[in-house]
């Protein structure tokens, strides 16, 4: 999977869904600023629910608000818990859970006490070993619904303001309006996309939970088709199960002065998305690794977005060239040496007479282990022999666990002709491994 992690989307089987009050401001502030986590593009924040502090994955893209794994928050209550079937992308039929209403969700100032949430009970579908912290939940549309909401991406900041004209009036100075459209509780733009020399309008779903720059859906009648150069991937997991398909290239990507050249496309196969209730129009999502590149405003009530060039702009478009998917399989015990600053004390022996140090302990802490969870076909990593279930005790002579996760996935997206040698164990044994990371695009 290329460095996107977990893409999740979520589409509720037919119920009916009451409308709900949103998030309201608990004083008179005129503004709320939550600080967030940027992983892989994907934006993370705390939110409590029913006073238990939980990690959550902020995500346009979902309607409702959706509970995956809560194995270290095992005190959370629930209100008024019933069955419920849960459908979304992917080649599977739809799985369990439970949908609890009259909730209270509350951060920084902010408060809904009426707040519906639908909890997955397959504990095997989280995405927290592929993102290196706990993720608890996901949160869309309802986060968005009442109040103007900026996401800084160069302070790392989400500012939720309350919806007033002179404040309005203020912001709009520094940003490029974009009309958008609100379906659905989810929110659309009109981009053009240049693929395979043509030009073609295109209505996307904006997307913050989509780490990739680009998703498009093959479409005859609108001249979408995968272009000749591409490779076939894993691109993810719904609640339907994986989403595969292909990845590729297209010329150009424009929202009106704004424009990239050359940006990475996904498509995903018509399988993985076949459960998916499109709005009319829609030929695919616009991801992170495109929205990071501003500073955004999302005014959901006006029907529009605001945006202004943010420090990632410029950055290239970058794919996993490895082949290999990593995870985070759990934590170890790592003995480490620890300096003391403490006043030397004279000269001491042990018990064979040596002299020794005692300017230094040793200590145990937890360090992550990382596993390679798929391989790639006619990849880099697959061409040298790595296997998934291999795991990684070393990358270029540094041991795995003095990495994060982000910082594995940089290192397997780097340089083009970069050499990599890895240190796994496969079976009780010791294998070394050592290959190039090569761009088929």
Known sequence: MTIRYLILFFTMCPMAVLAQSGFQFESNKDKVVIPFQLINNLIFIPIEVNGVELNFLLDSGVEETILLSLEDKTEVRFNNVKKIKLRGLGDNEAIEGLKSSNNTLSFKGLIDRHHDVYIVLDQDFNFSSHIGIPVNGIIGYHFFENNLVEINYNRKKIIVYKDNDRLEKRIKKQFTAF????????PYINADVTLNDKEINAKLLIDLGNSDPIWLFENAERNISIPETK???????????????YRSKISKFKLQNFEF?????????????????????????VGGEILKRFNIIFDYSHEKMLLKKSRYYSDNFTYN???????????????????????????SFDNTGEKTDNNFKYKFTLKPIYTIVSVRKNSPAEACGLQAGDLIISINSMEAYRYSLQALNDLLKSDEGRWLNFTIERGGKTLKFKFQLKSIL
């Open 321 to 347: 060239m490895s082949g290999i998917e990593l995870q985070n399989e759990g934590m170890q015990w790592v003995q480490e040496t620890v300096t003391l600053n403490t006043v030397d004390n004279g000269i």
């Open 179 to 186: 009309p958008i459209t609100i379906e659905k509780n989810k």
């Open 231 to 245: 490779f076939e991937d894993y691109l993810g997991r719904g609640f339907s199960g994986d989403i595969n398909g």
């Open 261 to 285: 050249a050359d940006p990475i496309v996904s498509f995903p196969g018509i399988a993985s998305i076949k459960s998916v209730n499109m709005v009319p129009n829609r030929v695919g999502s």
